[in-house]
């Protein structure tokens, strides 16, 4: 089983596209499994125990939803912050093959720096890193 780490942040046009990276990888309904993540910011963390699930997140469910419509499993991590922290503990945690990660609009100057968790996660993760562009619905 292929693993691939989904770490999304609140944009839903992002999300789709880490879905769709993933559902159009070649055989991904048979090979292929998501774990979907989200670093609760601190007024999630401060929410009641029973708000306090990663599943809650509108994106989550989002590229949860997309995945399961095309068979593939999935399966829900809640991450830690800081984000970039959490994600690089989780792809070692469910010891992933690949990070899909999201990436908004760059200036043709600005592609070359990503954000700060993307760049941090790319310079630092043991396994590939592939930044996805947002897709609208």
């Not at 879905?19 to 998501?34: C, D, G």
């Not at 968790?117 to 890193?129: I, K, N, R, Y």
Request: glycine share 6%.
């Amino acid at each position: 089983m292929y693993r691939i780490l989904v770490p999304v942040d609140a944009d839903s046009d992002r999300a789709r596209g880490q879905a769709a990276f993933v559902a159009e990888l070649p055989t991904a309904a048979e090979n292929i499994e998501a774990i979907v993540t989200h670093a609760l910011t601190p007024e999630e963390i401060d929410a009641p125990d029973e708000l306090q699930s990663v599943d809650r997140i509108e994106t989550v469910r989002l590229v949860r939803d997309y995945l399961e419509e095309r068979d593939i499993a999935v399966e829900l991590a809640e991450g830690s912050l800081p984000p970039a922290d959490g994600i690089l503990e989780l792809a070692a945690e469910f010891d992933v093959d690949h990070i899909a990660m999201g990436s908004r609009k760059r200036s043709p100057t600005g592609k070359v720096v990503f954000g700060s968790v993307a760049q941090q996660v790319l310079l630092e993760s043991d396994v590939p890193v592939t930044i996805v562009g947002a897709r609208e619905a």
